[in-house]
């Protein structure tokens, strides 16, 4: 039986907005325990920031809290419909070495999806570990992915 991410995403997703900067996006991580935040306007997702786009493009490159979150998020980000397969998501994670997909509806965020969804449910379990390998296995620096 195949199935869908609707399934298993996570719909009570927070979020953030243009509005906000990277110390506000790191206080939302702290106190919500995430590593990743999707940026929206209104419903639709125009952005991703995780911890790690606050470290590398943050802090690293000496920005400070007050900087503007669209300094430091990414807009070209892969995302998948509630009807994709969690097979069809374990490979796309696995491809691009992601651990989290937005899961949207004609552009609007409507959940989210992550190696921990897919490893947490005991019928997932072969998916979510080819995900894991494909994205634990180590690629050429051309294909290093931040999310």
């Given at each position: 039986?195949?199935?869908?991410?609707?399934?298993?995403?996570?719909?009570?997703?927070?979020?953030?907005?243009?509005?906000?900067?990277?110390?506000?996006?790191?206080?939302?991580?702290?106190?919500?325990?995430?590593?990743?935040?999707?940026?929206?306007?209104?419903?639709?997702?125009?952005?991703?920031?995780?911890?790690?786009?606050?470290?590398?493009?943050?802090?690293?490159?000496?920005?400070?809290?007050?900087?503007?979150?669209?300094?430091v998020m990414t807009t070209?980000?892969?995302?998948?419909?509630?009807?994709?397969?969690?097979?069809?998501?374990?490979?796309?994670?696995?491809?691009?070495?992601?651990?989290?997909?937005?899961?949207?509806?004609?552009?609007?965020?409507?959940?989210?999806?992550?190696?921990?969804?897919?490893a947490i449910q005991d019928?997932?379990?072969?998916?979510?570990?080819?995900?894991?390998?494909?994205?634990?296995?180590q690629g050429d620096a051309?294909?290093?992915?931040?999310?």
């Open positions: 039986m195949t199935h869908s991410v609707k399934e298993l995403m996570s719909t009570d997703c927070v979020t953030a907005t243009l509005l906000d900067n990277v110390y506000e996006l790191a206080v939302l991580m702290r106190d919500h325990d995430i590593g990743f935040v999707p940026i929206v306007d209104g419903k639709k997702l125009i952005g991703i920031v995780t911890d790690r786009d606050l470290v590398i493009r943050g802090y690293a490159a000496k920005h400070s809290g007050s900087t503007a979150v669209s300094e070209d980000m892969k995302t998948i419909d509630a009807c994709t397969t969690v097979d069809e998501a374990s490979k796309l994670m696995a491809s691009s070495q992601i651990r989290r997909l937005p899961v949207v509806e004609n552009g609007n965020l409507v959940g989210v999806v992550s190696i921990g969804d897919l019928i997932f379990v072969d998916e979510a570990g080819e995900a894991l390998s494909g994205i634990s296995q051309s294909q290093a992915a931040y999310h």
